[in-house]
């Protein structure tokens, strides 16, 4: 007699998408589509393909197909996906129906990459994670602005990167905390389609709402055992990238269970300065717990790694990497502890990105990425009045329309 479990057909899910900066958003859509069968497939698009219907991707083809392997709800990954899925594509990979967010995805002429799979009834629709987008991000970057570190508003005016850049590295920092902590700045240029104002619900950012429920459905729930090796690293980990993920892989081959330990938002921009993180300590949180080598994320870890630290999570290894690592606010070695427990390593993961040559990515391509944002609303805005004049053909009004206000 054979196992009902071995009889059960496993149901293949089928994901797609550009995955250019990959962030907490992209892996919250991957973790519900996988919860929705057994295997999840992604298929990511190229360079050339995101180039054609978007505008230029941040991430090169080789870096986004490296951050969604990493991501630890997906099973493979399919290399230059078509940018409209098809019928053929799913049966391909024999996946049983495809997965996306709520949110709209169309082609350089404004068709639904999705209406053949709609069609045939093999669609499936999650939720998008609000507060977070691509876009939202490279805006964020252009300006660097967050509400809780309150800066000048000169930046608004500037028309040369040489200005923009003088102005951003010699402007002071002054905290704000409270009710504004975690939210990203309104005043963004209109033509980055990346403020309150930004007229469609999908390019626009809204506001990130932390919550314990969120971090326990990214949290592995897993336990060292008596017998793990624990591995400790401490960072930023700010606009989690192929940089971070290659560090993190070289530290879990270390032991058997890593621990990464993030600091707070006022600690980094002590010792990063200008206006880091990008990201607020919550989002960066769900980023790196989705990474597939971290089994547990100390939120708000101290910057200097003490011996209280290493007893209560029975630490064996402190790893970092081989960039400069700066003193603690008091003038200390941040590492001073593990050092003389001869516990204390540096390691060469191979990869020199830092988060700082993502910003300049951006800021070097500032017009290209202005005019990327500006054309995908637009595309968004065309969509979403089809969807109206459709519906109130049907129902006679627009209640119940994502984004319509009358």
């Not at 495809?98 to 350089?108: L, Q, W």
Request: hydrophobic fraction near 35%.
């Amino acid at each position: 007699m054979s196992d009902n479990k071995e009889d059960k057909k496993q149901i293949r899910v089928w994901c797609d998408g550009c995955y250019d900066m990959v962030h907490f958003g992209h892996a919250n859509s991957l973790r519900q589509a996988k919860a929705l069968g057994d295997v999840l497939i992604v298929g990511v698009h190229t360079d050339e393909e995101i180039s054609k219907h978007k505008g230029p991707p941040v991430f090169t083809q080789e870096e986004r197909y490296k951050m969604v392997r990493a991501i630890k709800w997906v099973d493979q990954v399919v290399e230059g996906a078509p940018y409209v899925t098809t019928l053929e594509t799913l049966d391909k990979y024999q996946c049983d129906f495809c997965v996306h967010g709520d949110d709209i995805t169309v082609t350089a002429d404004g068709i639904d990459t999705y209406h053949l799979v709609k069609e045939a009834g093999r669609y499936k629709e999650v939720m998008r994670t609000a507060g977070v987008s691509t876009t939202d991000l490279v805006g964020r970057m252009l300006l660097l602005t967050r509400e809780h570190f309150k800066v000048p508003h000169e930046h608004e005016k500037c028309e040369s990167k040489k200005k923009l850049l003088r102005i951003l590295s010699s402007r002071t920092q002054l905290t704000r905390r409270g009710d504004k902590e975690y939210t990203v700045a309104l005043e963004h240029s209109s033509n980055l389609g990346t403020d309150s104002t930004a007229r469609s619900p999908y390019t626009g950012c809204s506001q990130f709402l932390p919550t314990t429920q969120k971090i326990i459905q990214f949290s592995s729930g897993l336990s060292p055992k008596p017998t793990d090796r624990v591995v400790y690293v401490a960072g930023a980990f700010d606009l989690f990238h192929v940089g971070h993920l290659d560090f993190l892989e070289a530290a879990h081959a270390q032991g058997d269970f890593l621990i990464v330990g993030l600091h707070t938002d006022l600690e980094v921009n002590r010792y990063k300065g200008s206006n880091y993180p990008i990201m607020n300590l919550h989002e960066r949180v769900l980023s790196v717990l989705a990474c597939k080598y971290v089994h547990e994320v100390v939120i708000g870890a101290p910057y200097s790694v003490t011996a209280d630290l290493m007893e209560h999570f029975k630490v064996k290894v402190v790893c970092h990497g081989v960039t400069q690592i700066p003193l603690d606010a008091d003038g200390s070695d941040p590492y001073q502890v593990p050092k003389q427990r001869g516990c204390f390593k540096a390691l060469n993961s191979g990869n020199t990105m830092t988060t700082e040559d993502i910003v300049q990515r951006i800021i070097r391509h500032r017009l290209e990425f202005e005019e990327r944002n500006s054309r995908k609303e637009k595309k968004e805005l065309v969509v979403m009045k089809s969807i109206q004049k459709e519906h109130i053909k049907q129902n006679g009004n627009c209640d119940g329309i994502k984004g319509y206000a009358a």
